[in-house]
């Protein structure tokens, strides 16, 4: 259904495989896609938001193992590096997959180093856990700078779908699978 194209509400414990299905779904439309992939640094066509840098480090090394043989680039933006060093990996080249913690991406998109405008996959990875953490205000200010729910795929996963985490997500996605 992701590869379909759908919007997607998944509930799945660590260690279930949505990285890969969420990551298989997002190569397999930028090679299928060729026009869907980014012509510009700073403006990248996939947006995963984890909540933590340990997460966005681990969802990042999995979109370069399993894209290995695919020429697609990823990159990781998170607090605790270097600010700069993160800023020329983003405007070195096109990105087609950015994961992202959204405190450092709203510091990216502020400073008008990376333009949301491109994005037609948005994944939220552990919802429940932005929630809990408070990230949810700064969730909502970076889906303001993404295409309209309409014109983007968006896919969130949890280790519990709550009504909270529902609501969020029938917000940020129409008729979620």
Not at 7 to 24: C, D, E, P, S, Y
Not at 32 to 45: E, F, K, L, Y
Not at 78 to 100: F, K, N, T
Not at 143 to 164: G, H, Y
């Amino acid at each position: 259904l992701t590869m379909a194209g759908r919007n997607v509400a998944g509930r799945a414990q660590t260690g279930t495989g949505k990285t890969a299905a969420f990551l298989i779904t997002i190569l397999r439309r930028m090679l299928r896609v060729p026009a869907s992939r980014p012509t510009a640094p700073g403006r990248p066509a996939a947006l995963v938001i984890g909540p933590t840098r340990e997460l966005v480090i681990q969802i990042a090394q999995d979109a370069e193992a399993l894209g290995k043989y695919c020429g697609l680039r990823c990159i990781a933006v998170y607090g605790g590096m270097d600010y700069a060093r993160q800023q020329e990996q983003i405007a070195a080249a096109p990105v087609d997959l950015m994961v992202a913690t959204p405190g450092r991406l709203l510091d990216f998109r502020r400073s008008r180093i990376v333009d949301l405008k491109g994005v037609h996959t948005l994944v939220l990875d552990e919802a429940d856990r932005m929630l809990d953490m408070g990230f949810i205000p700064d969730v909502r200010k970076i889906v303001r700078e993404l295409p309209d729910r309409e014109q983007r795929q968006t896919m969130l996963f949890s280790a519990t779908l709550t009504n909270d985490v529902m609501r969020l997500a029938s917000q940020w996605m129409p008729d979620p699978i």
